[in-house]
């Protein structure tokens, strides 16, 4: 990026195109200071939209790319931190808390947006930013003085900044064992955990809350999630058994019936109106396609938790043309 481009991002606001409001207008000549602002509606519908914040320029784009690049040199996760972390994810997470007679699990509310150009500069300077640079930086990774999902850079300069607290709980107790993915902070042990009021303030302290509702203390016996994946033994994490029982239902029936057939079987439409009807055909054709995708989906993401269950259903479906092309 030339320097006039980085004096524009650095001395200007973005300009937000919210697609939330309605109100977006198509453009067709993006510049470097453009935004698209999206509310996607989260999984449980009563907890509101997820925003998203999407750059349309390229070279805003790479340079994010590259400053997270960069800032993944200079920043050392701690052992408990396994979210946007390489090598790390969900199931390292989980391992963490097999077979553990109580499970704390700690929700952080809005964890990016908590986030201030502040911080961002207090951390940067800590990592031994010169000052200007991290003021700097953080004009270019912030939107009206805050992290947004949807940057290259927030992930990694959330887990700087929360890297401190990462250090604080490690060492919170000798009987307990804690681990971070993102805004989900788990603690287990087996002696009951009577720590939650100290850790809450320290979260407080630190500038953050926690989100009560999806906050909860899991005994040994009920259903003990973490990432959500069980924890239940001691051999390794799982998928939900809910999971698995519909998947392999799904896998099942295509093997025994094809993709087709299966699809049909599930819309209650008969062969006679599938090709009399193009309406029809073209609502099961879609369908089809859904119902590949979820099951290739959820089978490639499960091959990375328990790839025996994944290869087994993989050779079903290998024992019969899934695709009707």
Not at 24 to 30: F, Q, R, S, T
Not at 40 to 54: C, D, N, S, V
Not at 126 to 149: C, E, M, P, R, Y
Not at 203 to 221: D, L, V
């Amino acid at each position: 990026m030339d320097l006039e481009q980085l004096k524009v991002l650095i001395d200007n606001e973005y300009v937000i195109n919210d697609y939330c409001s309605g109100k977006a207008l198509l453009k067709l000549d993006n510049t470097i200071l453009d935004i698209d602002r999206f509310c996607i509606p989260k999984r449980q519908k009563e907890l509101g939209y997820r925003i998203i914040y999407k750059p349309m320029a390229e070279s805003l784009i790479n340079c994010l790319k590259i400053l997270n690049t960069h800032l993944n040199q200079v920043y050392r996760p701690s052992v408990s931190a396994n979210g946007f972390v390489k090598g790390r994810g969900i199931k390292s997470n989980a391992e963490k808390h097999l077979a553990k007679k109580y499970i704390l699990g700690i929700d952080i509310r809005n964890f990016f947006e908590t986030i201030t150009d502040g911080m961002i500069v207090e951390t940067l300077e800590q990592h031994g930013f010169d000052s200007t640079i991290a003021l700097s930086i953080s004009k270019i990774v912030t939107i009206n003085g805050f992290l947004v999902q949807g940057f290259h850079t927030s992930p990694t300069l959330a887990n700087m900044i929360f890297n401190k607290l990462d250090l604080i709980f490690e060492q919170l107790d000798d009987n307990i064992t804690y681990s971070r993915y993102a805004d989900d902070l788990t603690f287990s042990s087996d002696a009951e955990i009577k720590l939650l009021p100290e850790i809450i303030k320290i979260i407080e302290e630190a500038g953050f809350s926690i989100n009560e509702r999806k906050s909860k203390i899991m005994k040994r016996g009920q259903n003990q999630y973490v990432t959500g994946l069980t924890v239940f033994d001691n051999q390794y994490p799982r998928i939900a058994k809910r999971i698995k029982k519909k998947l392999r239902l799904e896998v099942y029936y295509i093997n025994k019936y094809g993709l087709r057939n299966h699809t049909l079987k599930k819309f209650n439409v008969n062969w006679r109106d599938f090709f009399g009807d193009p309406v029809v055909r073209k609502k099961i054709e879609s369908a089809e396609n859904d119902i590949h995708d979820y099951i290739y989906g959820w089978l490639v993401f499960i091959n990375g938790i328990e790839p025996k269950f994944a290869e087994k259903c993989f050779a079903l479906l290998r024992t019969k043309k899934i695709d009707t092309n």
